[in-house]
């Protein structure tokens, strides 16, 4: 069974900085991309920012400059180091990790749990 678990979140004042880890466990074949996810109330769950096992980076355009995200291959982790963050960064984070558990299976789309981010003015 995978599964994916976070940790990093929290309150912060507007320009602070968080740091979101994400560790996934269990089973793992191998794992293709990873990435953050955030779902603010009311609002649809959107991309964050992702990486490939290659090191490729992909970035919302609202978090481009401030966000950088990074992985370790050989810990199956992701993190998020979040500068310069603002009232509407404002979420729950979602860790999320394109993998397949056993060779023969597809690969898949599994997720965490998240965890929440607040940020005051």
């Known amino acids: 069974q995978v599964q994916l678990v976070e940790s990093g979140g929290g309150l912060v004042q507007a320009g602070g900085s968080l740091r979101l880890s994400c560790a996934a466990s269990g089973t793992i074949f191998s794992i293709n991309a990873m990435g953050w996810y955030r779902q603010a109330p009311g609002k649809q769950r959107e991309l964050v920012a992702a990486v490939t096992t290659g090191g490729t980076t992909n970035y919302s355009d609202s978090v481009k400059g401030r966000f950088t995200i990074s992985r370790d291959n050989a810990r199956n982790t992701v993190y998020l180091q979040m500068n310069g963050l603002s009232p509407e960064d404002t979420a729950v984070y979602y860790c999320?990790?394109?993998?397949?558990?056993?060779?023969?299976?597809?690969?898949?789309?599994?997720w965490g749990q998240g965890t929440q981010v607040t940020v005051s003015s």
């Open positions: 999320n990790a394109n993998l397949k558990p056993y060779a023969i299976l597809p690969f898949h789309e599994y």
